[in-house]
Structures are given as structure tokens and as C-alpha cells.
């Protein structure tokens, strides 16, 4: 199950994601072009989480709780 995503955020699908549909990575509205940035992928009970400069390396699997609390902590 995912969270939905407080109403003040909002995320674009990456352009890394090509063709993948098994996980569908997401980057948020405010990164800028220069790939400094994290994508993240919802799956069950957690929330992916890469840097978009090294795709292929390892994401961070964090719980969908902690994921949600730790989007409450951010700016408006």
C-alpha cells in the first residue's frame, strides 16, 4: 500500500524511467536539469529512493510511514 502524497508536493515522472513499467521512478517539480536530484518508486509498504546521477546503482528502501512522515517535514 503507498500514501497518498501531501496536497503541496508535486512529482513529474523521470526521464530515466524509460520503458520500465515493473517501477515507476518519480522526481520531484523543483529539481533542476543538472541531475542533481532523487527519484523515488512507490512499491508495497515502502518507498524507493536513488540518486538520478547513478540509476543503476543501489535505492534506499524506506517504509511508507517514515516516508510520509518525513514529507510532512517539508516546506510549503
Not at 30 to 34: A, E, I, L
Given at each position: 500500500m503507498t500514501a497518498p502524497e501531501p496536497d503541496h508536493i508535486v512529482w513529474h515522472t523521470s526521464s530515466y524511467s524509460g520503458g520500465c513499467v515493473e517501477v515507476g521512478w518519480r522526481t520531484s517539480s523543483?529539481?533542476?536539469?543538472?541531475g542533481a536530484c532523487v527519484e523515488f518508486a512507490p512499491a508495497p509498504d515502502a518507498v524507493?529512493?536513488?540518486d538520478s546521477k547513478h540509476r543503476t546503482g543501489p535505492a534506499l528502501t524506506v517504509p511508507t510511514a517514515a516516508w510520509r512522515a518525513f514529507l510532512t517535514t517539508l516546506p510549503r
Open positions: 523543483y529539481s533542476g536539469t543538472n524507493l529512493v536513488r
